[in-house]
């Protein structure tokens, strides 16, 4: 599988300086980054958008906004380690806002219920992720609320090259991360149940994937 990120394009992959004021106005998540933090953002972000093919979907127009907003968001996870987690991905696609795609759900046995539902991101495994423009740019104007239709997809993506997309299996998800996890995970459970306030997202109570 080859490198994402690699130390010998450290040297020539500058940010040019419209993309850095771009992270700087529109990814409030960058603020709180030190000196070297967000120097290591920097070529991670322009890594990303040399690499990856960014497609836009039912007249979307992609420019530098969408592009670098997207792979900004998407390279802080990967900001501390795990800089191969996205050699798999292939293609962001982005829609204008939340877009209609088919669901599956099983019914016992034999029984399968198949209809369509609007979605704001989704995660391929063959490789691309899809998000909704107008959920993108609702997640950074509220940095605080506990949604992040970005971290979100990619997160699944990071799951699904490091273990088994289950949550908790894989190289990142044993040990001390596991006995959190899964604390932490019947904690949002409970308080969903209890119909509670929580901070992340009530949806990551679906399962330990999810979650």
């Not at 992270?23 to 290591?40: C, D, F, H, N």
């Not at 391929?124 to 959920?135: E, R």
Request: with cysteine.
């Amino acid at each position: 599988m080859a490198a994402f990120f690699h130390r010998k394009y450290k040297r020539r992959e500058a940010l040019p300086g419209s993309w850095a004021r771009i992270i700087q106005s529109r990814v409030p998540y960058a603020a709180g980054l030190g000196e070297k933090e967000m120097v290591t953002l920097n070529f991670l972000v322009a890594a990303f958008i040399r690499k990856i093919r960014f497609e836009g979907c039912r007249g979307m127009a992609v420019n530098d906004e969408v592009r670098v907003v997207i792979a900004a968001q998407a390279c802080l996870l990967i900001l501390g380690g795990a800089k191969d987690a996205y050699a798999g991905l292939r293609s962001v696609l982005v829609y204008p806002d939340t877009f209609i795609a088919p669901s599956v759900e099983r019914e016992g046995e034999w029984m399968v219920n198949e209809t369509e539902e609007a979605r704001s991101g989704e995660f391929w495994t063959q490789g691309h992720v899809i998000l909704s423009w107008d959920d993108v740019l609702f997640s950074v104007s509220r940095p605080r609320d506990g949604y992040n239709v970005v971290f979100h997809e990619f997160a699944h993506l990071i799951d699904h090259q490091t273990g088994a997309s289950q949550g908790m299996e894989g190289e990142l998800h044993a040990g001390a991360f596991k006995r959190a996890f899964f604390r932490e995970y019947r904690k949002l459970a409970d308080a969903r149940n209890r119909r509670g306030r929580t901070w992340l997202d009530p949806y990551g109570a679906e399962s330990p994937a999810e979650f």
